[in-house]
């Protein structure tokens, strides 16, 4: 059963932009925590950016300025703009959610337990 799927994602030159879309169920969407991860070769997974059920949002310091995350309701899809891209940015990126809420949402991948199968982004020098 698909609950997260992602797409947006693709090639682009160093400072372009890419907006990633991913489309949750309603079940899934209305997890207390919803965020963005990457994964890059031989890398550990990161978080990228959260956003919690009211709205209050968290980034990864790499990304902050560049990158927003958002979400629509309506739609039951969560949003990452990318902008100014940069190569250091080339990776799977994953939409994720999870139920549990302790007042934050972590960055710490393994506290999501819902996960799209992920889209990547190529950013060329």
């Known amino acids: 059963q698909v609950q997260l799927v992602e797409s947006g994602g693709g090639s682009v030159q160093d400072g372009g932009s890419l907006r990633l879309s991913c489309a949750a169920s309603?079940?899934?969407?209305?997890?207390?925590?919803m965020g963005w991860f990457r994964q890059a070769p031989g890398k550990e997974r990161e978080g990228v950016a959260v956003?919690?059920?009211?709205?209050?949002?968290n980034y990864a310091d790499s990304v902050k300025g560049r990158f927003i995350i958002s979400k629509d309701s309506a739609k039951y899809t969560l949003f990452l703009q990318m902008n100014t891209l940069k190569p250091e940015d080339t990776a799977m990126y994953y939409c994720?959610?999870?139920?549990?809420?302790?007042?934050?949402?972590?960055?710490?991948?393994?506290?999501?337990?819902?996960w799209g199968q992920g889209t990547q982004v190529t950013v060329s020098s």
């Open positions: 309603e079940y899934i969407y209305n997890k207390p925590c």
């Open positions: 956003i919690v059920w009211d709205g209050r949002t």
């Open positions: 994720a959610a999870a139920g549990r809420y302790g007042g934050t949402c972590s960055m710490t991948s393994q506290w999501y337990t819902y």
